[in-house]
């Protein structure tokens, strides 16, 4: 279900119009709607019911990296899934959201001391490692605290995916996962640590995945890599998949065709019987999610028209970071109005901050509500105070249910834990 739809010219989130919203918690402010979370999150489910035995399921870990308020992974942890981690903070986020640590995954790059001793009190799942030393980091704590830590370890498959250079991580130049040769060496060495547990192989090939199809050759490359280990005896009992599952940003973005997806997976991992585990991020909360925000004015230069929003690239940096494309539209659709080419920016002191060029839209006016869309995964999660702005609010609705997920940053929050040196008078 998409969570945005206009009714009576308005657009509304789930039942409730946005202005409505707009009035509660004022602009710009993120808006997410349950329902669409809820439902991204079933369908995903549903296509894996369709194509592997029940006893087979994968578990889904969110990987929170897209949208961590503790809002949003309470909503996913209702649903039944695990929590996909990065840091100590996506730990401790994850914790207070009620996520048990045999639900949770830590795949981190360049985990710290400190984070693996959080996940190691935490009892966490499994820690996906990355290098001959991270493995021995791992042991040496689980040593310490008299555990045994589950570890896989995550192959870079040589294989091209994600939508952005910056987002792509599976290629052989790329800094994640091992070779085969590299894995089956830390696999056997791993097998004779006494604090560590090599269960399996992770992978994960980037996100914002829209040539689809190269998921299909880092599984394939997955299996094979299973057959090497078990043939030297080593016990392989999980495969972690990854993430990098699409949305749509525009109406010609490709989108994942889950059936064909959970058929690979039938295919290629499911033979290998071992637990199966995805890590989606973008794909549960990407399009359940919106910038509202509201039109400070118009500009007209010689050479442009304008589009100044209240938003700015420090509440949404995607546009800039990643040349990235949001649909635009006004909340009160005006009938009758022109058409108009505008140069949609916000009011930061850099002309990178700019949502969109030359984007023609029904004109709009000072004042007006619009939406930057598709705003759910990776926007206020790399949102930052860039200017001194402060943080916009998190608003999730459920139906007519509208909740507060985070307040609006004041001004004394911007400068909490700063000081001045008391040798400055
Ligand atoms: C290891 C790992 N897993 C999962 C994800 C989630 O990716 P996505 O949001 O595209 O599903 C990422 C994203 O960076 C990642 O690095």
């Given amino acids: 279900m998409n969570g945005f739809t206009e009714k009576n010219g308005i657009l509304h989130v789930d039942n409730v119009p946005l202005p409505e919203i707009a009035r509660l918690a004022g602009t710009p402010a993120y808006v997410y709607s349950a329902s669409s979370i809820r439902a991204q999150y079933e369908a995903l489910k549903s296509a894996f019911e ?167 050759p880092a599984y394939e490359n997955v299996a094979a890599l299973v057959k090497r280990l078990r043939a030297e005896k080593l016990t392989v009992e999980r495969l972690d998949i990854g993430g990098g599952f699409p949305i749509a940003y525009d109406s010609s973005s490709t989108l994942l065709d889950l059936d064909a997806f959970a058929q690979w997976v039938a295919e290629i991992i499911l033979p290998l019987d071992t637990e199966i585990q995805l890590e989606p991020g973008r794909y549960m909360v990407g399009n359940a999610g919106v910038l509202l925000t509201e039109t400070l004015y118009v500009k007209e230069t010689d050479a442009r028209k304008f589009l100044v929003l209240d938003a700015a690239m420090n509440d949404l940096i995607r546009p800039t970071l990643y040349e990235a494309y949001h ?33 023609p839209l029904t004109e709009i006016r000072k004042g007006e509500l619009v939406v930057i869309e598709s705003a759910g995964a990776y926007g206020f999660s790399m949102a930052s105070n860039y200017n001194s702005r402060p943080l916009p609010p998190e608003i999730l609705v459920d139906g007519d249910k509208i909740a507060v997920i985070r307040k609006r940053q004041t001004l004394s929050d911007l400068i909490r834990g700063e000081s001045l040196p008391d040798w400055l008078d």
């Fill in 50 to 216: 369709k194509k592997l035995p029940a006893d087979r399921q994968p578990l889904l870990c969110y990987a929170c990296k897209a949208n961590s308020n503790i809002g949003i992974l309470k909503l996913l942890k209702t649903l039944g899934g695990g929590l996909e981690i990065v840091s100590e903070g996506e730990l401790y986020r994850g914790l207070e959201a009620g996520f048990k640590g045999e639900k949770i995954i830590s795949t981190s790059f360049g985990k710290n001391e400190a984070e693996v001793r959080a996940c190691m009190d935490a009892d966490i799942r499994q820690f996906n490692v990355e290098a001959w030393e991270e493995l021995e980091q791992i042991n040496k704590i689980a040593a310490e605290k008299g555990k045994k830590a589950n570890v896989l370890f995550r192959l870079n498959p040589n294989v091209s995916g994600g939508g952005h250079a910056k987002i792509s991580t599976g290629r052989k130049d790329h800094k994640f996962g091992n070779t085969e040769d590299k894995i089956a060496e830390m696999y056997r060495r791993a097998a004779g640590m006494k604090h560590v547990n090599p269960v399996g192989i992770s992978v994960h090939i980037g996100s914002q995945v829209t040539t689809v199809e190269s998921f299909r």
């Fill in 327 to 359: 649909g635009i539209r006004p909340v009160v659709t005006n009938a009758g109005r022109n058409t108009v080419s505008y140069d949609v920016v916000g009011p930061i002191c850099e002309s990178g901050d700019t949502f969109a060029k030359e984007r």
